[in-house]
């Protein structure tokens, strides 16, 4: 019976975003332990206390263009147009145009980039965010980078990460900066 309704939540959600979950069809199919341990992660991935929607994907949009050639990234920010976060700020983002973005942005994606690019002023950032937000808003922005990271490597670890594709915003093609030049 889970497994059934997990089939059709799996269902559902690609019929929703129109994202190919068969990395994790397989999973439960094979391995439904594996699966009903790592679903625990999809929910948690959603976390956000109290950091603005903009900061939250911003870490999410990171996080996902690190470990990931499109399909992960495009559903990342139809979740973040979903929850409401404004195009030119998603766009701003993946182009890595810290001047084109509200406060709220910049700091999620700076943390964000500095964490993931281990950089010596990853510790400035963090102690920005806690002073706008607490330690709360660390841990929104440390889950929300991380959490969002995981799925991109399980997809290409169990072998399904196969295609790329370009990144669109609300079907605007955007040129997607991964790393700084």
């Not at 332990?33 to 929607?53: T, W």
């Not at 409401?84 to 994606?109: C, H, S, W, Y």
């Not at 997809?155 to 900066?177: F, N, P, T």
């Given at each position: 019976?889970?497994?059934?309704?997990?089939?059709?939540?799996?269902?559902?959600?690609?019929e929703?975003?129109?994202?190919?979950?068969?990395?994790?069809?397989?999973?439960?199919?094979?391995?439904?332990?594996?699966?009903?341990?790592?679903?625990?992660?999809?929910?948690?991935s959603?976390?956000?206390?109290?950091?603005?929607?903009e900061?939250?994907?911003?870490?999410?949009?990171?996080?996902?263009?690190?470990?990931?050639?499109?399909?992960?990234?495009?559903?990342?920010?139809?979740?973040?147009?979903?929850?409401?976060?404004?195009?030119?700020?998603?766009?701003?983002?993946?182009?890595?145009?810290?001047?084109?973005?509200?406060?709220?942005?910049?700091?999620?994606?700076?943390?964000?980039?500095?964490?993931?690019?281990?950089?010596?002023d990853?510790?400035?950032?963090?102690d920005?965010?806690?002073?706008?937000?607490?330690?709360?808003?660390?841990?929104?922005?440390t889950?929300?980078?991380?959490?969002?990271?995981?799925?991109?490597?399980?997809?290409?670890?169990?072998?399904?990460?196969?295609?790329?594709?370009?990144?669109?915003?609300?079907?605007?093609?955007?040129?997607?900066v991964?790393?700084?030049?």
């Amino acid at each position: 019976m889970r497994s059934w309704i997990a089939r059709r939540t799996l269902r559902a959600f690609t019929e929703r975003y129109g994202y190919d979950v068969s990395y994790l069809e397989m999973l439960l199919n094979e391995s439904p332990a594996g699966f009903f341990k790592f679903a625990p992660i999809m929910k948690a991935s959603a976390h956000c206390e109290v950091v603005p929607v903009e900061a939250c994907f911003a870490a999410k949009i990171v996080g996902a263009l690190a470990e990931d050639c499109g399909p992960c990234t495009q559903l990342v920010v139809d979740m973040a147009l979903e929850a409401g976060m404004a195009k030119d700020q998603i766009e701003a983002v993946l182009r890595r145009e810290p001047r084109a973005m509200n406060e709220a942005t910049t700091l999620g994606f700076r943390f964000a980039d500095a964490v993931v690019r281990r950089s010596a002023d990853d510790e400035e950032f963090r102690d920005a965010v806690r002073a706008e937000w607490g330690q709360k808003g660390v841990i929104d922005l440390t889950m929300a980078l991380q959490l969002g990271r995981m799925f991109p490597m399980v997809k290409a670890g169990l072998g399904y990460a196969r295609e790329c594709r370009r990144i669109s915003v609300s079907g605007h093609d955007v040129d997607v900066v991964k790393q700084a030049a």
